[in-house]
């Protein structure tokens, strides 16, 4: 007997929906620093979406007649046909990635770049891109505060690297991969886990481990710091993140390495050495148990979509 058709319930039909309908297409990234002055950008309006991520410094944005400020490890979300302005700060580093959600070849290959001052898109009408039928994707604009944003940041910094250097080759790995940003964002912003004080404690202990990825990780000096209980502190940055302190650390100099060995001439012992691996058999034992593969089988070409993926 042929088994018969599985049922599924309006509420995932709902997200199950976006499989039928996301098609998304990078258009422009980029990731470096703005410069030495504070950069006005000038009142305009969007062909496509925007997401940008703070990796230094900040951004004063004027959206939806509301002025915010973008934090450091913040996101912002600018949807198309929003009228916003911006003041990037001297010296801010952002991550930022123009994309359409439904890749259309009659529209899609349209500059991105859009003068200070456009306001009435009329006149490119056709090139706008389409609103979607998802709810919870149109409720999305200005900052978002979001508990996994670490995990979207290294996911857009990808996303960069790959489209700056392969451009139309890399499609659909860089569609794949911009619907994993998209799935991370929808989870971060449904599922935030709390708020507050505490959550401040751990985004900032989390920060201080993603930026400490050269140094051996001390959770007792980092909790005397925050002023938490260490099986406190464990709990809530599990429940935070999904892994403990430890793991993340490792997690995080496995995926700067995948970084490394694809786009530096490093040998695999400079790498091992220089993310603070004892030795380059305990750096590959670790690379193994985590991607799958060793790490001369990745720099070989010799990985899947998912062997790419930013890991927690």
Known sequence: MIPGEVKVSNYQKRRLNRYSILKPYIRQTGDGNIGPNTVHLGKRKLLD????????????????NKKQTVAENQLLWIPPNKMYDCWL????HTIYIHFDLI????RSHWDALIP???????PYADKMHPKIADKDINALSGVLELANAHVIKELMRFIAKEHTRSGDDSLII???MMLRVIGEVLRGKINLPYSGSYWQKIHYAAEKIRKGIYDNINVKQLVDEIQLSESYFRVLFKKAFGVGPREMHRNIRIQKSKELLLYSELTITDIAF???????????????????????????????????????
């Open 49 to 64: 979406y925007l997401l940008l991520y703070v990796d230094r410094g900040s951004i004063e944005i004027l959206l939806n």
């Open 89 to 92: 700060t001297k010296g801010v």
């Open 103 to 106: 890749y259309n070849p009659k």
């Open 116 to 122: 200070g001052g456009t306001l009435d898109l009329r």
């Open 174 to 176: 860089l569609s794949g």
């Open 274 to 312: 220089r993310l603070g691996f004892s030795t380059i058999h305990n750096f590959s034992r670790a690379f193994q148990k985590i991607v799958g593969i060793s790490p001369s089988e990745y720099r070989n070409g010799h990985h899947t979509l998912s062997q790419i993926n930013y890991i927690k």
